[in-house]
């Protein structure tokens, strides 16, 4: 794992960097037929770093990322990410598909689902600032968001 320094990072160049350099990971990605893998990359200074896979079908919840803004970066296959819409009272989700080399920054309000819908593997690196402490996940009813539940950092992953 490489350990962070400096001040508030650009999670989007951090992102672009670490897919543009795999050489540098300290492990090559993992396939997991039942679950998707991951791997943190980097951590430290208010930012970190995780390494995903993801074999056709496999997909996270509809979730937040606790308040933390961030960027992932598609590094080989593609990738759907459906995003939620519209005023708090009403919403819709909204999808599209990032290939290899697409990126995709985001706030700390961002709620999203990524699946990988094609019929290939695909890698991706996703950075966040601050470190994630939670995650909320959600279930969409009705043209609206519900909590399902909320995952923290240490006990969920």
Do not use: C, K
């Not at 650009?10 to 540098?24: G, I, K, V």
Request: proline share 6%; hydrophobic share 40%; aromatic share 8%.
């Amino acid at each position: 794992m490489i350990v962070a320094t400096g001040v508030r990072a650009d999670h989007l160049s951090t992102a672009r960097r670490l897919a543009d350099n795999p050489a540098d990971w300290p492990v090559a990605p993992r396939f997991d037929p039942v679950q998707r893998w991951y791997h943190r990359l980097l951590a430290g200074s208010g930012v970190e770093a995780w390494l995903l896979t993801w074999l056709p079908g496999q997909e996270t919840d509809l979730h937040d990322h606790g308040g933390s803004a961030g960027a992932f970066v598609v590094v080989a296959g593609r990738l759907t990410e459906r995003t939620v819409t519209g005023p708090d009272g009403s919403a819709a989700l909204t999808g599209r598909v990032l290939s290899a080399g697409a990126a995709r920054q985001f706030g700390e309000h961002h709620v999203h689902q990524i699946v990988n819908a094609g019929p290939e593997p695909a890698v991706s690196v996703h950075v966040y600032g601050p470190e994630l402490t939670t995650m909320t996940r959600y279930r969409f009813q009705h043209g609206r968001l519900l909590v399902a539940a909320v995952d923290r950092a240490g006990a969920q992953w």
